[in-house]
């Protein structure tokens, strides 16, 4: 990667979706009910992301996956980071489904995944489960409304890239780390 042109070359090639690459993956995922495929594959490359983000590669830490949500998504990512790493990221990576949280005050929060858009309103939110009489909560994720801010994060990390040199240098040697 010579210069910051390489690089947005890079992203919109290889994760904009524009010519191939990972969101066309999702998309025919999210058309074929792909479950928890979608989001276990929206952590995976968050995190490679963030290593390209941070400068860090394969190195990157949980931190560094928090402050790729907290500066390239919505808000509410900043606030439910730690919990969506935690439930998605790691249930999805090391036990095929998301995990539960036992919190502080005894209540339990856990997970829901819909692949209905109709459900965007819902994305991120904290919500009781309606059957369940205990203290049960769900973080929930709206599949399609993910992948959109997902796709909006790739734009604004291309824009960062051009209008920041420390996030080009970074990027450049984070992408080397992965090399």
């Not at 074929?32 to 290593?51: A, K």
């Not at 390209?52 to 998504?73: A, R």
């Not at 801010?149 to 209008?163: A, P, Q, R, T, V």
Request: glycine share 6%.
């Amino acid at each position: 990667m010579k210069n910051s042109a390489d690089v947005i070359k890079y992203l919109n090639e290889n994760w904009s979706g524009k010519v191939g690459g990972p969101i066309k993956t999702l998309d025919i995922l999210m058309e074929n009910s792909g479950y928890f495929e979608v989001p276990h594959l929206l952590m995976t490359y968050i995190e490679y992301l963030s290593g390209l983000y941070s400068g860090k590669g394969s190195q990157c830490k949980y931190t560094d996956v928090q402050e790729y949500l907290s500066c390239h998504f919505p808000s509410k990512y900043k606030e439910t980071s730690s919990w969506l790493i935690y439930l998605y990221r790691h249930g999805l990576v090391h036990q095929y489904a998301p995990k539960s949280i036992k919190t502080d005050n005894r209540k339990i929060l856990s997970w829901y995944i819909s692949l209905d858009s109709s459900e965007a309103k819902q994305h991120l939110t904290i919500v009781k489960h309606p059957k369940k009489l205990s203290e049960v909560y769900h973080l929930s994720i709206c599949v399609p409304e993910f992948v959109r801010d997902f796709k909006s994060s790739i734009e604004m990390f291309c824009n960062d890239i051009l209008n920041n040199s420390n996030r080009f240098n970074c990027f450049v040697c984070g992408y080397e780390k992965y090399a």
